[in-house]
Structure formats: C-alpha cells, structure tokens
C-alpha cells in the first residue's frame, strides 16, 4: 500500500507534463493567427489538427492490452510530444505548422490509454480517488501550459518559449521511466474467457453508446471554450495575447482540486451524476462569462468553468471503467478517447465558422446548449456496478 501510495505522485507528474502539451497550441492561437495572417477556420485548424493526430489512441490503446508495456508507452510518448511542441517554432508555413500540429498529436495520443489503465489497475478499490488524484495532474497541466507560454512570450519571442516549455516533459518522462512499473504480464486467454467477455461487451454497448454520445455533447462546450477563449479576450478586450494565454490557463486554475474533489464524490454519489453536473455547470459558466466585463466577475467565471471542466474527468473514466471488463480498458479508454478528440477535431472548425458568419456570442451559446443537452441525456443512464 506504501507503495502504492508514492506511485500517484508520478501518475500525476506524468498527467501534469501530457496536459501541459496539450493546452499549448490553444494558447498559441492568437500568436499564430497574427503572425500567419490566418481567418478563423484556418486558425481553428491547428488544434483540430493536433486533435486528428490524437485519434491514433485507438492504435495505443489495442496495443497496450496486448502488452504488459504501458509504462514504456506513456514514458516514451512523454518526450516524443515535449520534442513536436518544440518543432512547432521551426515550422516557416502554415501548411508545415498544420503537419507539426498533426505529429505533436499523434505523439500526445500515447498517454491516456496505456496511462489511465495504469492508475486503474494499481487502485482498483480506490479507483474514484485515485483517478481525482490523477486528475490533479490534468488540471495542472492545462493551467500550467498556458501560464508558462504567457509568461515566457511576454519576455522571449514564442518560439524561444517553446524550446524551455519541451523541458519539463523530457525530465518527466525519465522520472515516469523509473518509477511505474506494469502491474501484469501478459497472458494468453482461454476461448472461454475471452466469449465471457465479448458477451458481456455486447451487453454494455448500447449504454457505451448512450454514454460517448452525450459526453461528446458536454465536449462541444469544453472544446468551443479553449481554444476561443484566448481569442474571443484578444479581440472584444483588446488585450495582448501573452495575458489571454495566462487568463487561459488560469481558467484551469481550479481544476487542480475540481479532479479530486470529482473523484471523492464519485466514490459517494455515483459517476453518471457528476458528469451531468459538470455539463450543466460549464453551460451556466459560458452563458454568464457572456454577460460580464473584463474584470474580476470575469476572472471567476473563467475559474468556475475550469472547475466543472475538472470534476467531468474522473467521472467519465470511472463510469468508463467499471462498464467493462478489466482486461479490455485498454481498448475502452482508447475508444472513449479516440472518440473524443475525433469530435474534439471536428468542433473548432464548426464554432470558427459561427464566429466567421455571426459572432463569439452566437458560437458561445450554441456550445452551452449543446452542453446542457448532454447533461440531460447522461441523467438517463443507469450508475455501472
């Protein structure tokens, strides 16, 4: 138990450096919108792009439940996404700033299903806290990413921030290379248990269905979020993209207790639940961050929405996990996640678009119905056992 106790700081070092990565080019946009004279769609490209080259999680996730080498994947993913953040700055076009994008994605795609497996393999009995605890490292990551790179622009050009900000995922890849071991060896299953299996799959299906669906809606909201933010405070407040990029990541500020608290009242009341409450709270947050000035009011609601972004984490994993059976998370993380960056792709060009034709106010609320849609229909489902 000590053990495993000291292992969920290096889960949540891992998760910090994956969720650092992945907040970069959202708040890169603004800087790369001005400086490659882009329209909207064409700027909503690049994390759709990083978000296409997520989709290889569906690779990561069959392979990892075919070997017992899942914390080799997530190390080695580590630092191969620190290295295609970096190369962003030695793109000299759009079309090769698109392809870097697109390759820092597919390195990025190694962590969530051979990672999150690790941690719910480890923890079986704590699987909520453990998962919140987890959770820390994403909410610290996302808030970090866009801190740093604010931080950093402000004083150095962005391509100079880009090579500091690659460092911390080099150290922290070693360090999880070192400390998480695999907890099985891979074994040849019986016909029957594998049948067992599969039957039990086609059982849970049509509420697997049910359930990506209406995360996927709660998704467009979250999506729509991050990677506009940083522009919608650039253009309607005039401010200079270094301080969007820090109002970015301290949006996730409180995310790095919104993940355990979801993972502790996950344990109580029940996973279904609090991923409806999360949507329903992100829908409330956008439609009021609408209604108020530059400010403190703004500050908090940028805070609050980051907090319900947090608590959904958790409870989408553990509802994930405890649906299927335990030899084939694997593969259910990768099509969970897969699922969700293939949407997460599809939306930033839908909302740039709305921007494009309307307005942020127009893209902005039609994120937070959407949103408020999927909350309802997850209240449907049935808690898993």
């Known amino acids: 138990m000590r053990e495993?106790?000291?292992?969920?700081?290096?889960?949540?070092?891992?998760?910090?450096?994956?969720?650092?990565?992945?907040?970069?080019?959202?708040?890169?946009?603004?800087?790369?919108k001005s400086t490659f004279n882009l329209t909207y769609v064409e700027t909503a490209l690049l994390p759709t792009?990083?978000?296409a080259g997520l989709t290889a999680q569906i690779i990561v996730g069959l392979y990892s439940d075919k070997t017992a080498k899942r914390s080799i994947i997530v190390s080695v993913g580590l630092a191969a996404t620190a290295a295609a953040i970096a190369a962003l700055s030695l793109a000299p076009t759009y079309h090769l700033l698109l392809a870097t994008s697109f390759l820092a994605g597919v390195a990025a795609s190694t962590y969530h299903p051979a990672g999150t497996t690790l941690v719910t393999e480890h923890y079986p009995q704590k699987m909520g806290f453990a998962l919140g605890v987890h959770a820390?490292?994403?909410?610290?990551?996302?808030?970090?990413?866009?801190?740093?790179?604010?931080?950093?622009?402000?004083?150095?050009?962005?391509?100079?921030?880009l090579y500091l900000i690659s460092?911390?995922?080099?150290?922290?890849?070693?360090?999880?290379?070192?400390?998480?071991?695999?907890?099985?060896?891979?074994?040849?299953?019986?016909k029957k248990q594998t049948t067992s299996e599969k039957g039990l799959i086609k059982q849970v299906a049509p509420t697997l269905t049910i359930f990506l669906t209406a995360y996927l809606m709660g998704q467009f909201a979250a999506e729509t979020m991050v990677d506009f933010i940083p522009l919608y405070l650039t253009e309607t407040f005039l401010?200079?993209?270094?301080?969007?990029?820090?109002?970015?990541?301290?949006?996730?500020?409180?995310?790095?207790?919104?993940?355990?608290?979801?993972?502790?009242?996950?344990?109580?009341?029940?996973?279904?639940?609090?991923?409806?409450?999360?949507?329903?709270?992100?829908?409330?947050?956008?439609?009021?961050?609408?209604?108020?000035?530059?400010?403190?009011?703004?500050?908090?609601?940028?805070?609050?929405?980051?907090?319900?972004f947090a608590i959904q984490i958790p409870a989408g994993n553990a509802y994930l996990a405890k649906l299927v059976p335990e030899?084939?998370?694997?593969?259910?993380?990768?099509?969970?996640?897969?699922?969700?960056?293939?949407?997460?792709?599809?939306?930033?060009?839908?909302?740039g678009a709305v921007i494009e034709a309307h307005s942020f106010q127009t893209a902005f609320t039609l994120a937070a119905t959407v949103c408020a849609a999927g909350a309802s229909i997850m209240l449907t489902l049935k808690e898993p056992r």
């Open 327 to 351: 030899k084939r998370r694997g593969t259910a993380y990768a099509i969970f996640f897969t699922a969700n960056v293939g949407w997460s792709a599809f939306v930033p060009p839908i909302s």
């Open 49 to 51: 792009s990083f978000q």
């Open 239 to 308: 401010i200079t993209a270094p301080i969007a990029a820090i109002l970015l990541g301290l949006m996730r500020i409180l995310g790095v207790i919104g993940g355990p608290i979801g993972g502790l009242i996950v344990d109580k009341l029940g996973s279904k639940r609090i991923v409806s409450l999360s949507f329903f709270g992100q829908a409330a947050c956008i439609l009021l961050l609408l209604q108020v000035e530059l400010g403190g009011a703004l500050y908090i609601i940028l805070a609050l929405t980051g907090f319900f």
């Open 136 to 161: 820390i490292g994403g909410g610290l990551g996302t808030s970090l990413g866009p801190i740093m790179l604010g931080a950093l622009a402000a004083t150095l050009t962005w391509q100079e921030a």
């Open 167 to 190: 460092l911390p995922g080099l150290i922290t890849a070693l360090i999880y290379s070192k400390l998480v071991k695999d907890v099985w060896t891979f074994k040849s299953e019986d």
């Open 4 to 32: 495993k106790s000291a292992l969920l700081p290096a889960f949540t070092l891992g998760h910090t450096a994956h969720h650092l990565y992945t907040a970069i080019i959202p708040a890169l946009l603004p800087i790369l």
